[in-house]
């Protein structure tokens, strides 16, 4: 059962839709994506590149001999990966406007997987709600505070 999921980096210029075939997701370990996006991983969507239309167009950067990674140059979101010449396109997850329903499938650039960060369930949670040096600063904006 396929469905249309639109996306974009934060800053609104980048925007683009996806057509999915199921809820497939991953994670990549690799230094490479963690230093791309900044993270303790990267969380993919791998997608037939002719299931990606560009609403507004990416900048891309070539981030190996191999690959070149989509992103926003104004607000710097990274919107995903893809090898040189290939038929697939990886979005990130984060860059779906509703991220909510992807399920993570396997690990990859598994060498480099830090242990401690991937159970972390049992972790204290507070919502951005209930942080109050959050949610004063929104207030003092004269906003609330966003999801
Ligand atoms: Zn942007
Ligand atoms: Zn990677």
């Known amino acids: 059962m396929s469905k249309t999921l639109a996306g974009g980096c934060q800053c609104g210029r980048v925007r683009y839709t996806a057509t999915i075939e199921n809820d497939d997701a991953y994670l990549c370990h690799c230094r490479m994506c963690q230093r791309a996006t900044g993270g303790f991983a990267a969380a993919f969507v791998n997608l037939p590149r002719a299931a990606v239309a560009w609403r507004s167009e990416p900048d891309w950067y070539r981030s190996s001999p191999i690959a070149h990674r989509p992103f926003c140059s104004a607000c710097g979101t990274p919107l995903g990966f893809g090898f040189l010449g290939g038929l697939n396109l990886d979005l990130t997850v984060g860059s779906f406007d509703d ?44 906003l609330e505070v966003p999801e």
Not at 108 to 132: F, K, N, Y
Request: charged content about 15%; cysteine-free.
């Open 99 to 142: 991220p909510s329903g992807f399920v993570p499938t396997a690990h990859s650039g598994a060498e480099s997987m830090h242990e401690a960060w991937l159970d972390t369930s049992a972790l204290p949670r507070q919502t951005s709600a209930e942080t109050q040096s959050v949610v004063s600063r929104w207030q003092a904006a004269g």
